[in-house]
Structure formats: C-alpha cells, structure tokens
C-alpha cells in the first residue's frame, strides 16, 4: 500500500500533530513499541499522543518528537494582512 508523503508544517491543534506524528513513524516504518523503547516512553502515551489527546505532557510530547527525528520550531503566525496602497492618486501635486 503506498503512503502519500507526510505534510509537515503548521499545527493548530493536538489532532493535527497527533496525525503529523502518526504518519511521519508509519512513513519511516517505526512501531509504537520502537519508539516506546527508544525514547523511555510508554506505548499508552504514545497511543494517547497520536489521537491527539489534549491534556499530553508537554515534556514527553517533546521527548517522544525528539525521538522521532522532529523538532518544534516556534515562528510568528503568517497572516494575510491588506498592504496599504503603494498608490498616492488623489494626492494632489500642484
């Protein structure tokens, strides 16, 4: 069965990252026993982790993305703002 390529980038939830995380340990053929005993990890959290539980310890939510090979990068949210008009018509220029 093909897998489509993993969409890494922006996480609005804990669903979104818990589907992130899952595809990206499927893509690269890794179990959640794997992982558990890589990264110290119980396999109930990493469970819990993948469908997006929200109240995950942060702790071990950066422990087990280490362990995968991913990192959290925080940035300034992209937001479509309206660029002033560069236009200066009706602006009289005697």
């Known amino acids: 069965m093909a897998h489509d390529q993993v969409q890494y980038g922006a996480i609005r ?8 995380v899952r595809a990206h340990r499927k893509q690269r053929k890794l179990t959640l026993e794997t992982i ?6 119980s ?13 995950a310890e942060l702790g071990k939510v950066l422990k087990a993305l280490r362990t995968l090979g991913l990192e959290v990068v925080i940035q300034p949210r992209r937001v479509a703002v ?13």
Not at 36 to 41: A, K, T, V
């Open 43 to 55: 396999t109930r959290f990493l469970s819990e982790f993948e469908r997006g539980k929200e109240t």
């Open 82 to 94: 309206p660029k002033p008009s560069s236009s200066h018509e009706g602006e009289g220029h005697a």
């Open 13 to 20: 939830s804990a669903e979104d990252l818990g589907k992130l």
């Open 36 to 41: 558990s005993g890589l990264g110290n990890l």
